[in-house]
């Protein structure tokens, strides 16, 4: 068994203690100028998910006005709405089948902005539709992007972030990606449906321009032998003030006995097999939820029942709530912890954004590239199913049905929560790893 990475020697180590210290080079709590440019980096990076919430819920007004379409060779039906909708998620699933490969080649910010080129052409294809393979061929390049970010930015954001910080910014992603999509539930208020489309292309140009100044994660670059370049990032990330040689030497030790790629032996390894699968069952109780369907068709939902509101203002609403919701876990998550929120929250305090940091919080190193791509190709395979059958469904059984087995989803979640999910607020990388390599069968510390 490999032996703890940090702490003392003695039967009695605790490699999860209840109050652990404070690491090497990390900042105290709420120092939000000594993390500016922790910050700073993130926010570059999570444009990408303002891209992909955008990206998502792009047909909640759309196909409302492509159903009314008087060109025939746009004009949807419920068929093809269907597969307009869900297409998205088979293009996610893609891009995190790549992200398996281009996250350890390329690198988690290079594969992140690699995303910009199916993101863009998506959206070029959907502005100059004049058929529907035009617009499905589009939403497949737009879910590809949002497949690989969705993979590769939460993996970028835990690898640069001190512990102190780490939950905080680790919702971000969620949040800029509920905030892409009321941006989208704003601008269809306003915007003929083609415009909206065109206006995708913005943040996808800024992200890219923002990221060409940004390091790449130090325990990548280690991880690759560029153990100066990794020092100058590490040092750029905790800024000038920072002593940052003791961190430095934490992470190198990890990256150094972890070196080797993870053979497909050794997955069957508790101490490996145990946090991959438990990110996977994360990702795919999160689907089950139906949150997919349920905001690629909100306004057609909204259409079919007996709210006073117009459709359009309630998908509004909707997500500025969610975007709230979002905005509270992140400022809350380091202080009440990640298992309490999953339990006392809905989606989007709780399963929306904590699923994902604790996806790129508790995979091990040497797996993490291929294993996050593992976790979003499960989850978006998870999300067509339930979005291409969700119409179909509604049609025959009514909206009742498929809402009753997303509640009964979310109670196995609980159960699942509370069974196998560990907490890791306040700890290091190396001390979340080195706590699955204790051999321990209980995760309720």
Not at 84 to 97: E, H, K, V
Not at 151 to 170: D, F, N
Not at 306 to 331: K, Q, T
Request: glycine fraction near 8%; charge should be positive.
């Amino acid at each position: 068994m490999q032996e703890p990475l940090l702490g003392a020697e003695g039967l009695d180590y605790d490699t999860f203690p209840v109050q652990p210290p404070a690491s090497p080079g990390e900042t105290p709590r709420g120092g939000v100028l000594q993390n500016r440019r922790v910050i700073l980096a993130t926010f570059a990076a999570v444009l990408g998910n303002f891209s992909f919430g955008y990206a998502l819920v792009f047909t909640s007004p759309v196909i409302p006005a492509l159903e009314r379409s008087s060109d025939p060779a746009l004009h949807l039906t419920k068929n093809q709405a269907s597969w307009f909708g869900s297409i998205f998620t088979l293009g996610a699933a893609a891009g995190g089948l790549s992200a398996m490969a281009l996250n350890d080649l390329l690198g988690r910010k290079l594969s992140i902005m690699f995303s910009a080129v199916p993101s863009a052409a998506g959206y070029a294809f959907m502005a100059g539709a004049h058929g529907l393979w035009m617009l499905l061929l589009g939403r497949m390049l737009t879910g590809f992007a949002g497949g690989l970010t969705a993979a590769c930015i939460p993996v970028y954001v835990s690898e640069i972030a001190p512990p102190s910080v780490r939950g905080a910014l680790g919702a971000t992603p969620q949040l800029m990606a509920v905030f892409g999509s009321l941006s989208l539930y704003a601008l269809g208020l306003l915007l003929p449906w083609r415009w909206l489309a065109v206006a995708g292309e913005g943040p996808v140009l800024v992200m890219i321009l923002l990221l060409s100044f940004m390091p790449n994660s130090p325990r990548f670059l280690l991880s690759r032998g560029r153990d100066d370049e990794a020092l100058r990032a590490l040092a750029w990330l905790r800024g000038a003030a920072a002593d940052v040689r003791a961190e430095f030497q934490q992470i190198q030790d990890n990256v150094r006995k972890q070196s080797s790629r993870v053979s497909w032996a050794e997955v069957r390894d508790p101490r490996v097999c145990r946090p991959i699968l438990i990110a996977l069952l994360m990702r795919f109780l999160q689907q089950l939820t139906g949150i997919t369907p349920i905001l690629v068709y909100l306004q057609s939902i909204f259409s079919s029942t007996a709210v006073l509101l117009p459709p359009e203002d309630d998908a509004a609403i909707v997500g500025a709530v969610r975007l709230l919701s979002v905005l509270i876990a992140a400022l809350t998550m380091d202080l009440a912890g990640r298992k309490v929120l999953l339990f006392v929250s809905g989606y989007a305090m709780g399963w929306g954004p904590i699923t994902w940091l604790l996806m790129s919080e508790i995979l091990p190193l040497r797996a993490r590239g291929v294993a996050s791509g593992l976790c979003v190709l499960v989850s978006w395979l998870t999300a067509f199913v339930l979005t291409k059958s969700f119409l179909p469904l509604v049609n025959t059984f009514g909206l009742q049905t498929p809402f009753f087995f997303f509640a009964a989803v979310c109670l196995l979640s609980l159960v699942f929560t509370g069974c196998c999910v560990p907490e890791t607020k306040g700890r290091s990388l190396e001390q979340i790893e080195a706590f699955f390599h204790t051999g321990r069968s209980s995760f309720l510390h």
